[in-house]
């Protein structure tokens, strides 16, 4: 390619690698602009700038560490039994029967409902008095007081945690079954000749070449993870008390029910910076798969 | 290898043009055949009148109603024209309208606004938060009514999510971009004023917004009035808190409602509860908007108040919020009477726990009926509501309840038609239009004005009725707390007795909590 010929490819590209850029540059940095000013709108007037002092209220903030809490909770229980659930669903749809079609049709649709419907739909299965999860829990003789799934707050951050990887396992679930499509058949007989177990198969021959994409799958749970809103919001909207609050209900609130929108900027400063530090370590992992080296 | 089957190149020619002239004449025959006239009805009433010596004027005579038909038929023209020298024929088929006029009289009393001199087009934008269907097809109604009534006048109607309405007109105001007209709650009117983007109506017409607050209760015309300027015109309002009763369960029990205070209730929940069956009572203790105001309006009526007499104190550390909250904890926690799970349970589920005969008693407002007309709940049996009473020794000034008009017509600041959107906000609340939320369209919506009690028709309130037209229905009865950051304030109340009813913390330190991180909130904005 002559460097004319190059010059030309910069040129078609650089519109749209503008706009990417300064969009998401432009949201950014405003972001952390405004987390150094004092904005209120209900006490209109100009924004002062603050320096630190919104972080150091941030920090005196008597909700905000249990928020981060919830919110590590829900990431840490939320990832890891997506993983698991969806790897032990890929090996299920892997195997050979007749409804195996059937199955991985229907495996799907919690992934391609709206966050909205499946929030409002498992708002009412698991309401404690007209809930159909412990009316039928009753009925067949599991419980004989109904279980308050979504008001102790005991239980509300894990039944909530439930619902998010009941939306998510059928992705990792199609992603891990794609990924086993591409492991060679040749690695198997050759297993079976030397007499190896099941497990022997699963651990030396599946988990290995699962790898990259359990650990690819497990970075884009965790920043799904952490930007959900719609499924903790319309279940539990953050309660009871602030027993299911994670940062991104936490900043809405504080943004556009509280109008403090600087308060809100500081908050996602630091949501943005837990993210970043997520992706450096992942980059560093797959550093050698993105080169090619493996 | 399988054979390749050959398509003889003159019969797929023919096939190809059997297709084009089978699609042509199917598309002649739908025009040779289709109807051939496209009637369009416009209703246009002649009651606008030219008066000079005043706005406003009330007309009560027969109107014409002309109803105008417009007939549309295509027609062929031939145009001739002159190409280079050459004659070409153009074959233009036209629509033709023909219009027929007919007039109707009907008896109608309508409100005049006058003069309207011929004026340029002008757009409206009307949203409406929440509401049920009814309400919806009520407004919308006047939206395109009045089309007829200033045919130079377009109101869009839409209907915007109730939830998030405050953050929604934010946004949309900060962008430029609100509505003219809304109906929203009056509780926010503080906060929006301080954002700026509510219209003081005074300053658009204040002669006009004089004659209109002539016909509101004054309690009611409070709730619109802040700062001394009047910013919206109710529809009705909301009464907070009312508890509701199943009439034959609590007969079966030999129990008369209404309470004189919460010993005379609990007395009676004691003994209508029958768990796991049947509790007595269901509250609503999530963190929605409306059961913080349930709470809210309890604590009211034993004489809390979220502020001091000159607003710059926090008062909810006080016996009055004290006893509320432990009145509230005790019916979950001590007597039981309460159905698990209180505090996953809004207004719509505790509801739902009283039409399915769950419980013998609710705990809302006075929109109990509306869900009944919403469709939500089949009855066969009779149900009353009454105002939620207080302890036996209130510890401060106790009232009636409180009261919020919820569907108020209230003018954004960003609007370029001002003059325009209040006669649209007047032609909503003519008598006519009111009489509507009066059980005439919309139920469970408590009257306004001394007009819509006279025509009442919702039978829940029928032992209001007599109150209500005699004036002492409102008498002490106050607007719900309305203060730049109450809905802050009201959000940590929230968390505070869903704290205190879970056990996580005593009622004192939930409230002392409440105190310091409300106080805080109030200082900042008046910083």
């Known amino acids: ?294 | 290898m399988p054979e390749v089957k050959r398509v003889d190149r003159r019969k797929f020619i023919y096939a190809g043009l059997g297709a084009a002239i089978v699609v042509v004449g199917g598309v002649a025959a739908y025009l040779a055949t289709r109807p051939p006239e496209r009637v369009v009805e416009t209703v246009v009433q002649t009651q606008v009148q030219t008066v000079r010596e005043t706005q406003v004027q009330t007309v009560e005579k027969p109107i014409e109603r002309v109803v105008t038909q417009t007939i549309e038929r295509p027609v062929e023209k031939t145009i001739v024209t002159t190409v280079a020298g050459t004659p070409t024929t153009i074959v233009q088929t036209e629509v033709k309208r023909e219009t027929v006029v007919q007039t109707q009289t009907v008896e109608k009393t309508v409100e005049v606004t006058a003069p309207t001199t011929p004026m340029a087009p002008v757009t409206l934008k009307l949203w409406e938060f929440g509401g049920i269907p009814a309400e919806h097809d009520h407004v919308r109604g006047l939206a395109s009514d009045y089309k007829n009534f200033k045919p130079y006048v377009t109101v869009e109607w839409a209907n915007q999510d109730w939830v998030t309405k405050r953050e929604f007109l934010i946004a949309q105001f900060k962008a430029g971009t609100a509505a003219d007209i809304v109906t929203q709650d009056t509780a926010s009117i503080p906060d929006f004023v301080a954002l700026g983007a509510f219209q003081p109506l005074e300053d658009v017409d204040a002669e006009a917004v004089a004659q209109e607050k002539k016909r509101y209760y004054p309690e009611v015309w409070d709730t619109v009035t802040y700062q001394g300027k009047s910013y919206g015109f109710p529809t009705y309002v909301d009464i907070n808190t009312m508890y509701t009763w199943s009439v034959p369960m609590l007969e079966e029990a030999g129990i008369k409602p209404p309470f004189k205070n919460w010993d005379d209730m609990l007395e009676a929940l004691l003994k209508l509860n029958k768990p796991p069956d049947r509790y007595a009572i269901s509250i609503p203790m999530s963190q929605n908007t409306n059961d913080i105001l349930i709470f809210e309006g309890i604590a009211y009526a034993n004489g809390a108040r979220w502020l001091s007499e000159d607003g710059k104190k926090v008062t909810v550390n006080t016996d009055a919020w004290s006893q509320a909250l432990q009145f509230y904890v005790d019916l979950v926690n001590k007597y039981k009477v309460v159905p698990p799970g209180p505090t996953s349970a809004d207004y719509f589920v505790s509801t739902q726990l009283f039409f399915t005969k769950r419980v013998a008693l609710t705990v809302g407002m006075s929109w109990i009926p509306a869900l009944v007309q919403l469709g939500a709940f089949a009855l066969d049996w009779q149900y009353k509501l009454a105002p939620f009473p207080s302890s036996p020794y209130p510890p401060g000034p106790t009232i009636p309840f409180m009261m919020e008009p919820t569907t108020t017509f209230i003018m954004l600041s960003s609007s370029k038609n001002k003059k325009e959107a209040l006669d649209f906000m007047r032609f909503a609340i003519r008598p006519e239009s009111l009489r509507a939320w009066a059980g005439h369209k919309i139920r469970g919506r408590t009257p306004c004005t001394p007009e819509q009690w006279k025509e009442n028709r919702n039978p829940e309130y029928k032992e209001m009725e007599q109150l209500a037209i005699e004036g002492k229905l409102f008498k002490n009865a106050i607007h719900v707390p309305s203060f730049p950051g109450i809905v802050e304030m009201e959000k940590l109340l929230g968390v505070a007795y869903q704290e205190a009813v879970l056990g996580k913390k005593t009622v004192k330190e939930a409230l002392e909590g409440l105190q310091r991180d409300a106080q805080a909130v109030l200082d900042r904005i008046k910083k």
């Open chain 1, 1 to 294: 390619m002559s460097s004319r010929e190059g010059a030309l490819g910069y040129a078609f590209v650089s519109p749209t690698v503008f706009l990417i850029v300064a969009l998401i540059l432009y949201s950014i940095l405003r972001g952390i602009q405004l987390s150094f000013y004092d904005i209120h709108l209900l006490r209109g007037g100009e924004d002062i700038f603050v320096g630190f002092q919104n972080y150091i209220r941030m920090a005196n903030d008597p909700v905000l560490p249990n928020v981060i809490l919830n919110t590590f909770i829900w990431i840490a229980f939320g990832v890891s039994l997506t993983v698991l659930l969806g790897l032990a669903t890929a090996l299920f749809l892997d195997l050979k029967f007749r409804a195996r079609t059937f199955l991985r049709v229907v495996i799907l649709i919690p992934w391609v409902l709206p966050d909205v419907d499946v929030g409002a739909i498992w708002k009412w299965l698991l309401d404690t008095q007209v809930g159909i999860l412990n009316q039928f829990l009753i009925t067949i003789g599991i419980i004989k007081n109904p279980i308050e799934w979504l008001s102790s707050p005991d239980l509300a951050l894990f039944s909530v945690t439930g619902v998010m990887i009941w939306r998510l396992f059928p992705f990792i679930g199609l992603l891990t079954l794609a990924a086993m499509q591409t492991i060679p058949t040749e690695l198997y007989e050759a297993a079976n000749v030397d007499g190896a177990s099941r497990y022997g198969k699963f651990r030396h021959i599946t988990l290995p070449h699962l790898a990259f994409t359990l650990i690819l799958g497990s970075l884009i749970l965790t920043i799904w993870f952490m930007n959900n809103f719609a499924i903790i919001w319309i279940t539990t909207g953050g309660g009871p008390g602030h027993a299911t609050d994670t940062l991104a209900t936490y900043i809405y609130k504080v943004a556009f029910q509280f109008l403090r929108m600087s308060d809100a900027a500081t908050i996602s400063v630091v949501t943005f910076s837990i993210i970043g530090i997520f992706s450096l370590v992942y980059l560093f992992v797959l550093r050698k798969y993105w080169a090619g080296e493996i």
